[in-house]
């Protein structure tokens, strides 16, 4: 399993970002992909996840409406359009794919920035 993450940078507060991941070598159908993020010292923390058959979305509490979750299943891409972002949330974003909690697999990460 392959997933590789685009999209991150550099932001000035309240600007936006569209951040993409690409799934290979995974069922990608009837699954679950997962945006996760973690901060220098901090915790690695759930952002977002959505059900790759229903299409359902779940967001961390937190996001209240910034971000956007959406998929191109014929492309097996996920999407996570970021607005209104705070210099809080400047982390290294993860794309995630399978398992219980969705984590099974894991990308290399694009780094957000945001000043």
């Known amino acids: 399993v392959q997933l590789v993450e685009s999209g991150g940078g550099s932001v000035q507060a309240g600007g936006s970002l569209r951040l993409s991941c690409g799934a290979s070598?995974?069922?990608?159908?009837?699954?679950?992909m997962a945006w996760f993020r973690q901060a220098p010292g901090k915790e690695r923390e759930g952002v977002a996840r959505i059900a790759t058959g229903s299409g359902n979305t779940y967001y961390a509490d937190w996001v209240r409406g910034r971000f956007t979750f959406s998929q191109d299943t014929a492309q097996s891409t996920v999407y996570l359009q970021m607005s209104n972002l705070k210099p809080d949330d400047t982390a290294m974003y993860y794309c995630a794919a399978g398992g219980t909690y969705c984590q099974d697999y894991r990308g290399q990460g694009t780094q957000v920035t945001v000043s």
């Open positions: 070598g995974y069922t990608y159908s009837s699954n679950c």
